[in-house]
């Protein structure tokens, strides 16, 4: 997943990718707003998390604010 990947419902940046198959085509790209809305019943039908990058995104704003992200 990358920066230019965007939320199927909204079109923000794409944080979680989902999909309910053995190889995981299709699959659904989520915000983590619309990712925290739709999980709950998605997983109920038997999707699963393929990549969630919503941590990592935490983790470089956490770094960004302490000053950790320069050379």
Do not use: K
């Not at 419902?9 to 190889?23: E, F, H, M």
């Not at 999980?39 to 604010?65: F, K, S």
Request: hydrophobic share 40%; charged share 20%.
């Amino acid at each position: 997943m990358n920066a230019q990947d965007r939320c199927d419902r909204c079109g923000a940046q794409a944080l979680v990718s989902v999909s309910n198959t053995p190889n995981h085509v299709p699959f659904l790209w989520f915000c983590g707003h619309h990712f925290g809305l739709y999980w709950p019943q998605l997983m109920i039908q038997g999707w699963e998390v393929i990549e969630d990058t919503r941590e990592a995104l935490r983790e470089a704003e956490r770094l960004v604010h302490i000053g950790g992200d320069h050379a």
